[in-house]
């Protein structure tokens, strides 16, 4: 009935609502009370400053239905992200204390207090404010003055409201709240009709607060927690890769280094043949060069090798060569690769990362070698089965199919 | 002949029995649905249980128990061998039964969401197992027969709720078949995997090439059936290969690479058919095509208004485009819209949120990639059973899964399946025409290459007027493997020819020297450049109709190897131009054995190409071969009639008699294609006998050849888990209680896990033994010339490959028919 009134759904202008202010604020960390089935929360994890996602709802089955639908997706860990995701569920009352909500960023309460009973607002209010103290919250409500805009509306808008608040009653709430807790409110709102007296207000009324006070440390954040009662059950949790997780960072990193001095190699090989005796000779002198101006900063080695470039050919020393079976490449010209300068930062993190690969060796003049494994080039020849038998790979390999939709929908 | 004991003899009135029944039995298989409809029994192809149920048919049991117990001991052949098979049972409560029910709303609810809703507010009378697609709702147990729940919508409205049992469902019931797979998928999820396509890998652990920006995650394939005595869930390691860059990258670096000029040919080339996952949801699309006219620009209708592809991602997915001159790709999305609309026509998808899965054709023809891959991926026996038992273990130890499978009264076994196998006995291989030259072969390597030397072949041609071309920079090659030529055959005169390295040299070269009394050309390719090869073939297979061996320099440049290497290209040129290299023991008469495979053209025209192969004497050492092209959505039978009858008029040619009788072993036979094998094919094969001669009716057996499957075994050897060895046969418990089916092991492995072959018999009117079919077809895997060893198909299959494959990859016409009778396509 209201979405058909609106464009988009009433319940879309609230939760883009929350997303610009998450855009605007951007909110490390971000809880919704009463998340029901996620909808909110699906939309935020594609925000990825946020670094904590929550939801808490009293109904345990309908979050255990849709909770998979917010675990991390193969691109989620084909390109992690920069930052750290972890999406917690919990099934609890928003008028329980649990410390694990403490210390966020922003509280959504989207359409929820109009669920509980009048007698325990007061409760949520001391609950979210006093106990939670985020440094934001948005709690919107159904305004009873825009009900008779509805069309065929009787009584509440939901069987299962137990109130409506007029604005008025909805801003006294709030300036209450604010007084008591130390926040300012900002009335807004989402949904209106086109030629609507202005004074009505909005479908769905919204108040955004603000903490005043900054809390000491002790109290905002959330630490004590193995001390205390936790009220909430923990449904779901989930980390979601990150460049923050050591490993994760290593290996996306060594990946991109590997897949480089691959491509680089390949170019080299075009233009084999062609002055690789001349690199080995400048890769000494650049030694010498270096053991004369004793130990140099990055910065200072850069100019030296700008200078030899100055002196030799287009294949000078910044171009990667052959030992062996090994492909050595100077560190500078991989870190001439965006992509492994965005990952790393900083030539010397480079280096670190490097140092503890076993497929790769730094020497001391910063020369990577990537070490040949102990594959060799080899062709097929067209005529000669000589792997007949050993065809396991294109098994396993198998080129994948179209989801094919076998789950019949849980509901 | 086949071990000829005494208590052999003893028993053959059983086995006539036996045979009567199984001729019986497979005109059934043939006739009604393969799809497992009804539960059945015991196996009836396995033939000590199917003889089994002949006997109960006489009462005479005691006596029959005790021949039937002596079968089991003397007259199958082969030595028993404990295994293991991937394979767990599932265990579920005695008598358990699903429920099945339709569920009725009045008033009509539209939406599906809705009507879940409403449904699941009377879980007090419900329970909480239960899947309800919207209009039946499955439960582990019994409501009354109909039962009416009143429920209310958010808006007040009253709603009456009508549901009615319609089906108690056992076990073994397909639906309840794809019911345990639809929970068991739930279980996956449960145990953070991410479903890519049908199988469930795990994202965590990844193994990286990032040479070829490859990620490579472990997984499980799983199914679960119904097998011949229980429910088992058939579950093996699989690995899926991601590319860890967009296809926007990708696009652009191929535009560097080829230019502006060639990009849109190539662009679609590489990319047109492979699968993409979308970075904002967890699906998958194949590229269909490239809208080079779309940008992120263009809009499309969404609801009302038009809204942009890059404003669209923007406000959905809060995802920015970076390059807003990409060209969007296109998938017809195949799946029908909601509540049955028709599909909701094709997706348009932005390069830069597509990641690419799967290997290009390009890749897969990189000999490199292919063989990094492999070593990621190759696991040996107790690496594999290792795996798959934390699998399951991990399932056990779940408490969610858990959890779930209990509420529907399931469960897993913890353990790998338990099963007898046999080892068929090896052959013997004969080298002579007269038969009296024969040698054996270690059973464990199955491969005979040192035993054949200094044993003569059983015919060899003589090789008088040959040419070899080569370029000046391989002279040093070509002249070594002439002297190694030389030295492992008798001494040849050779007039030697120079070609210049470039094509249209190496086509005159062709050209000027190659004429109809040629009985060979060899060339020396410079590289392995598939344009040189398939030049080469063209000309020689369809303009100028002669054998020819080309090899690639590289291969000859190992001194150390070369003595090995002339070997067999002496080998195949013999066998290319008729030659006989070995035989083994065929105990039937006029038997005629065909191999059908074929080779789908994805990249020009998607035609496909259909080859036959089929013996034309008793030693199975001669073969005739066709090859027929067929444009798309024919069906491959419609052209390969012919080139059976060619083959019948050929067996008639050679051996003055039609054949008495026919065994077709067909490959390339994807799932879904069985049936229509069964249904279509086998009646076309029939139909093209009956028309050679009158009343011409031999024995007709059709084998369905499935090399691809997730079935795997390991025999315990010495206190370790190794593979099975070449030969072991099994025929009980994995196999399909519908299905006239065994698995062979044939082949020996160096390295990973060995995989059988599976054989389905779905047509069979020769009255053979299943042992005799089973040791038949052993045999015939011991037939492939290019080979010195046992391959994992049967010979005829392996030519029908490599002629299709030829055919499909270089050639993309019919050969000259006057190759017919030769091995050419080695």
Redesign the interface.
Known sequence: ?MNSIF??PVYIQRH?FV?DFV?KNKPKKVIDLGCSNCTLLRKLK??REIEVLAGVDIDS?VIRNIM?AL?????D???PGDHPLTINLYQGSVTDRDPRTKGFDLVTSIELIEHLQLEDVDMFTEVVFGYMAPVAAIISTPNADFNPLLPRLTGFR???HRFEWTKAEFQTWALKACREFGYVVEFTGVGQIQGQEESIGFCSQIGVFQRVRSLSDASCRQGDVTEERLPYRLLYD?VY?SLCDNNIFH?TL??????WA?TLRKGQMVTAGQGGEHTERLEERMEREESQTGGEQQCGRREVNEELEGQTTAQGHEEPYRAGRSVCIPLARLWSCPRVQALSGTVQHLKEVLLDDPRVEVTEDDTVMVLAGD?E?????????EN???????????????????????? | MFEDTCIEGLLEAAIVMQKGQLARESVKTNTTSIDGEQAIGPGRHNHYYYFFLAVDDICNKTFFRILWVLLLLFCISGSPIDLKANFFKILSRPQWVLYQYHVDFKPVMESRRLRSALLFQHEETLGKARTFDGAILFLPHRLHNSTVLYSETRMGEKVQITVTLTNELPPTSPVCLQFYNIIFRRVLRMLNMQQIGRHYYNPTDPLNIPQHRLTIWPGFTTTILQYESSIMLCTDVSHKVLRSETVLSFMLELRHRTGEQGFTAACTKELVGLIVLTKYNNKTYRIDDIAWDYTPNNTFKRGDSEISFKDYYKTQYSLDISDDHQVLLVSNVKKAGPSGRPPPGPALLVPEFCYLTGLTDKMRADFNIMKDLSTHTRLTPEQREGRLNRFVGNIHRNANAQAELTTWGLNFDNKLLSLKGRVLPAERIFSLALWHLQYEYNPWQADWSKEMRGIPLISCRPLENWIMLFTPRNVDVAQALLQTLNRVSKPLGIPMQKYEDRQESLLKALQQNVNPATQMVVVVLPSNRKDKYDSVKKYLCVDCPTPSQCVVARTLSRQQALMTVATKIALQMNCKMGGELWSVDIPLKQLMIVGIDCYHDTAAGKRSIGALVASLNHGMSRWFSKCVLQSRGQEIMDGLKGALQGALKAWLKHNKCLPSRIIVYRDGVGDGMLQSVVNYEVPQIMGCIKSMEQKYEPKLTVVVVKKRISSRFFARIDGKLTNPPPGTCIDTEVTRPEWYDFFIVSQAVRMGSVSPTHYNVVYDSSGLKPDHMQRLTYKLCHMYYNWQGIIRVPAPCQYAHKLAFLVGQSIHREPNTNLDDFLYYL
């Not at chain 1, 675990?71 to 691109?75: E, N």
């Not at chain 1, 080039?377 to 089965?385: A, C, F, V």
């Open positions: 009935m464009t988009p883009e997303v855009k594609f925000h089955d998979y675990a991390p997706i193969p691109s860990y084909l390109q939901h069987p299962q989930v890769p290996r060594m990946n991109e280094v590997l897949y691959e594959e080039d080899d062709d097929e020849d067209p005529e000669l089965d007949i038998n050993n065809a396991e790979t294109d098994q396993s390999l198998d080129s994948s199919v179209e989801n094919k939709d076998w789950e019949i929908d849980l509901g």
